[in-house]
């Protein structure tokens, strides 16, 4: 129901835009985002938006280089990742819900109610 896309592998300093559709489902109301996993570590949160778009958070380590974003029209999601590094190098996760769910909750892994299938990012220095 999560369909992500856009994967590969970039330099460092390099970008990169991942997309997230839903079918099925349309996720009118929820709040969306990324996980990523990189390998021997647990998943962490990347990004969060709201259903309206006008709230947004960061995790810290990719603030003011990554940026969310959403059309709900078209049931898509959309990570532009600039300046990447080899430390996001990951398994990339698109997220959703569950519903009633508030954007904090939606920054821990326990508290997601969908997860998509993930792409893989890879980060050369």
């Known amino acids: 129901q999560l369909q992500a896309s856009g994967g590969g592998l970039v330099q460092a300093g390099g970008s990169l835009r991942l997309s997230c559709a839903a079918s099925?489902?349309?996720?009118?109301?929820?709040?969306m985002g990324w996980f990523r996993q990189a390998p021997g570590k647990e998943r962490e949160f990347v990004t969060v938006?709201?259903?309206?778009?006008?709230?947004?958070y960061y995790a810290d380590s990719v603030k003011g280089r990554f940026t969310i974003s959403r059309d709900n029209a078209k049931r898509t999601v959309t990570l532009q990742m600039d300046s990447l590094k080899p430390e996001d190098t990951a398994v990339y996760y698109c997220?959703?819900?569950?519903?009633?769910?508030?954007?904090?909750?939606?920054?821990?892994?326990?508290?997601?109610?969908?997860w998509g299938q993930g792409t893989q990012v890879t980060v050369s220095s």
């Open positions: 938006i709201s259903w309206s778009g006008g709230s947004i």
């Open positions: 099925g489902r349309t996720f009118s109301g929820y709040p």
């Open positions: 997220v959703a819900g569950p519903p009633g769910a508030s954007m904090m909750e939606l920054t821990t892994a326990t508290s997601v109610g969908y």
